[in-house]
């Protein structure tokens, strides 16, 4: 069974502290997403990760993936309020069409 | 350009009722899918499309139906809707296969009650 694990799935944690999200997946698989979800609200791209090694990096953000180890993950430096959200890890299926989700980390930064 | 459409917003329906929930894009994108999310369960799969006139069932299809009968619509319809089909449902589009990669644009959702 294909599965796709993230952890942790709930975060609480101060602002200005760093912070690593892990997911984990059970397939052979070169693409890897990460999304955001505010609550109440629709998904948005955040990430794609199109090979082992890759690095993407957005402000306080940083998404890497090793498709030997079948593991990727968010890392959020000097974390600030705006960032809690639910992250979502998803992983491609290529021959299956389809994404395979993780559940999905509820990050909450106190001010 | 607005993206994804869904309609209605929000929706009450008793039990054994039909629903057909709407979804259109305006990006021309060849795929097109249907999620339902539930608190602690993520995003599950109903239904997909990989190009007009083609569907494929997802993990959660029993239940529902689609339709694609051109590039930009994709309705999804419960037959006789029960109450653990209450739900958020979100539809969302791709270029898979055009672009290399599979990055999924999400609409607003659909949060349907069963009662």
């Known amino acids: 069974e294909l599965k796709v694990e993230q952890n942790p799935l709930f975060l609480s944690m101060q602002e200005g502290k760093n912070y690593t999200i892990y997911c984990n997946y059970s397939?052979?698989?070169?693409?890897l997403y990460w999304y955001r979800q505010d609550p109440g609200k629709s998904l948005e791209s955040l990430f794609v990760l199109l090979s082992n090694g890759a690095v993407k990096q957005e402000g306080r953000l940083m998404a890497s993936l090793d498709t030997k180890a079948r593991l990727s993950t968010l890392h959020i430096t000097a974390a600030v309020h705006d960032l809690s959200a639910t992250y979502f890890c998803a992983v491609d299926i290529w021959s299956n069409y389809q994404l395979i989700w993780g559940a999905g980390t509820k990050l909450i930064i106190k001010p | 350009i607005a993206g994804i459409t869904q309609a209605p917003t929000s929706q009450i329906l008793a039990a054994g009722r039909r629903m057909t929930l709407r979804c259109t894009q305006d990006m021309r994108h060849n795929a097109m899918y249907w999620y339902r999310q539930d608190l602690g369960l993520g995003l599950r799969l109903i239904h997909y499309?990989?190009?007009?006139?083609?569907?494929g069932k997802g993990e959660v299809p029993d239940g529902y139906s689609v339709s694609r009968a051109n590039t930009d619509d994709f309705p999804l319809t419960l037959a006789s809707a029960v109450p653990s089909q209450t739900s958020v449902y979100f539809c969302?589009?791709?270029?898979?296969?055009?672009?290399?990669?599979?990055?999924?644009?999400f609409g607003p959702g659909t949060r349907l009650t069963v009662l």
């Open positions: 969302a589009s791709s270029d898979r296969g055009k672009s290399g990669t599979d990055t999924q644009y």
């Open positions: 499309s990989n190009t007009a006139g083609t569907t």
């Open positions: 397939t052979t698989s070169d693409r």
